[in-house]
C-alpha cells in the first residue's frame, strides 16, 4: 500500500512507537498516580517524561500545563465550552474543522455567538485585517486552525495572537495537522491554548492528544472523577493537569506519544517539513498541466502551506477517484468533505468535496511518481 491519508493519522509509525507501546504493556502496566508500589511509580514516570518531551518541543517551563486527553477534539472541547461563558462571542475561521463548529454551535442555547473571518491564502495582512474586523466588545476567544486540513492554507497564528491580546482576547490553536511539522515557540509566541493530536504528525497511537496552556486562564473541566489525588474530597481538585485527567489515563498510548514526539525531535520538523512540502511540489507540479484535473491553490510553499494538497479529476466524484486509486494501484488517499464542511463552502467544494493527499516522513519520491501515473489513467 502507498499510505497517503496521513491527514486523518499518520501510518506507518515509527518503530520506537510500537516498540514503547509494547514495553509500556509489558514493564510498567500499573495505574500512575494510584499507588505506591514500583510498577506505578514507572508508570507515573512515563507520563511524566512525556510532559517533558512536549515541554521541550513547545518550549513552555510548566509540564502541569501539559494535559493529556484523547484527541485534538476533546483539547478543543475543552476550551471552548470550559472557557465560555453565556453571551460570550467567538471568532474563528473560515477553514475550522466540526471539532470548533459542533461545539460552538452546541454552545448557542446559552447564547453564545461566533463569526467566520474570512483568510485570504498567501495575504496574511488581509487575514489579520479580517480578524480584526470580526472582533466585537463581546468577543472573548479567537479559536483557528494552524492550517487548514483540506487545503493545507497556514494562518499567521503569531500574529493573530498578538492583535488579539491588544485586546485581551484569549486564542487557542488547533495544530492538529501541524504539531510535528511546524513549531510554535510558546517562550516567545504566546498563544494561550495549544490543541493538538498525538497520532498525527506526532506519529503516536490513535487515541492520544494533548491541551497545553498557557495562560492563567484555567478552562472548568469536562469531566469529573478519579485522579489519584486529594480523594477525600468531593470535589474536583484544581491542581493541574490533575483537573483535566479524570480516570485511568492510556498509559501505553502516552508511551507511543512521546516516542514519536521523541521521534519527531530527532528528525527535526524543518527537516520534515521541507521533505513533504518538497513531494507536495512535485506532485502539484506533476498535476498541473493535465487539464481534466482540478487544483483549488497556489502552488504550494511552506511560508503560507502546510504539505496538503486536494484535487478533483473533471467528471468524477472524489469518491469515484480514491476508490480507484486504492483498488487499482493501492494507493489510500481521502475523499469527501474531511470533517470539515467549512473549507468546502469557502472553495466551493461543498458539492463534490475533494481527494486529499497529505505525505509524511516516510513518503518517497517512488510513491509520488507511482501516484501521478495513477492520476494520469483515471484522467
Request: charged content about 20%; glycine content about 8%; aromatic content about 8%.
Amino acid at each position: 500500500m502507498i499510505y497517503l491519508d496521513n491527514g486523518a493519522t499518520t501510518y506507518p509509525k515509527p518503530r520506537a512507537v510500537t516498540e514503547a507501546i509494547n514495553r509500556a504493556i509489558r514493564e510498567f502496566g500499573a495505574n500512575p498516580g494510584r499507588g505506591g508500589h514500583k510498577m506505578a511509580i514507572r508508570a507515573s514516570e512515563e507520563l511524566y517524561k512525556c510532559r517533558e518531551s512536549l515541554a521541550e518541543y513547545y518550549n513552555i517551563e510548566d509540564l502541569e500545563k501539559i494535559v493529556f486527553t484523547n484527541n485534538c477534539t476533546t483539547a478543543l472541547n475543552t476550551v471552548i465550552k470550559g472557557v465560555l461563558k453565556p453571551n460570550d462571542h467567538v471568532v474563528i475561521s473560515c477553514l475550522e474543522h466540526n471539532a470548533v463548529v459542533r461545539p460552538l454551535e452546541k454552545l448557542k442555547d446559552i447564547g453564545v455567538t461566533y463569526t467566520k473571518a474570512v483568510i485570504f491564502p498567501g495575504d496574511d495582512d488581509k487575514t489579520l485585517d479580517s480578524f480584526r474586523n470580526s472582533i466585537n466588545n463581546k468577543t472573548r476567544l479567537v479559536i483557528c486552525t494552524h492550517a487548514s486540513n483540506v487545503f493545507g492554507f497556514k494562518l499567521p497564528i503569531e500574529r493573530i495572537t498578538a492583535l488579539c491580546h491588544q485586546y485581551d482576547i484569549l486564542v487557542c490553536a488547533d495544530v492538529a495537522q501541524t504539531g510535528g511539522v511546524f513549531n510554535i515557540d510558546l517562550g516567545e509566541n504566546k498563544v494561550d491554548y495549544i490543541c493538538g493530536a498525538g497520532h498525527k504528525s506526532f506519529y503516536g497511537p490513535m487515541g492520544t492528544g494533548f491541551l497545553i496552556i498557557n495562560t492563567d486562564v484555567i478552562p472548568d473541566s469536562l469531566t469529573e472523577g478519579g485522579t489519584g489525588s486529594n480523594s477525600l474530597m468531593k470535589t474536583q481538585p484544581e491542581i493541574l493537569p490533575d483537573k483535566f485527567e479524570s480516570g485511568t489515563p492510556n498509559l501505553p498510548g502516552i508511551a507511543g506519544l512521546r516516542a514519536g514526539v521523541e521521534f519527531v525531535k530527532q528528525k527535526s520538523s524543518n527537516r520534515i517539513l521541507n521533505h513533504e512540502i518538497r513531494l507536495i511540489k512535485k506532485l502539484y507540479n506533476g498535476l498541473q498541466n493535465n487539464k481534466k484535473i482540478i487544483l483549488y491553490t497556489d502552488a504550494p510553499n511552506e511560508k503560507h502551506f502546510a504539505p496538503v494538497l486536494s484535487f478533483n479529476v473533471r467528471n468524477f466524484d472524489s469518491e469515484q477517484v480514491s476508490a480507484y486509486l486504492n483498488k487499482n494501484f493501492g494507493i489510500a488517499t481521502r475523499s469527501g468533505l474531511h470533517c470539515c464542511p467549512l473549507a468546502h463552502e469557502f472553495m466551493q467544494t461543498e458539492d463534490v468535496g475533494t481527494v486529499r493527499i497529505v505525505p509524511s516522513v516516510f513518503t518517497t519520491d517512488a510513491q509520488i511518481n507511482t501516484v501521478l501515473y495513477a492520476i494520469s489513467k483515471i484522467s
